[in-house]
């Protein structure tokens, strides 16, 4: 009786760890994702933007026209507070997204493009161009963004 209760408690438990097991973030979920969360940033939903971040993101800013290149890091917030001052103070801005590639690297998904943003600020046009490497953490029903590193020239 003992060996079928375990036996009966094996089995309860494979299936329910194949029913908990979250699936990975594929590709191009990873891609629709970004779509998505610079369409948030062109919205200017802030809710939405904060809501695709991890509250333990990395961000690495490398401005690399500098002279040395300077490396700056942002928290979640930081980030978040920069995107709320340029919405207050610029008006029509624009957020183009290319050369998107997503990929699984080391079992995390990682998400490669290039993103032009331009803007009129103060009366002037202003803009920027980041090669952007992101890569996500969750799973494929819930990703979130883990980390940002940008390289990033002001045009």
Known sequence: MKKI???????????LSGQTHAEEIKPDTAARFIVTFYQAIQQHDLGTVSRMIDDHVVIKVLWTQAAPAQTFSL?????????????HFASDDHYEIKNLTANIVNGAAVVTLQ?????????????????????????????????????????
């Open 75 to 87: 928290s979640k917030a930081d980030y978040l507070q920069q995107l709320k001052a340029t919405w």
């Open 5 to 15: 209760l375990i036996s009966i408690a094996l089995l309860t438990a494979c299936a």
């Open 115 to 155: 993103e032009n943003e331009s803007r009129v600020l103060f009366g002037n046009k202003a803009g920027q161009l980041n090669d952007l490497k992101i890569s996500l953490s969750g799973d494929n029903g819930n990703p979130r963004i883990a980390t940002i590193t940008s390289q990033t020239a002001f045009l």
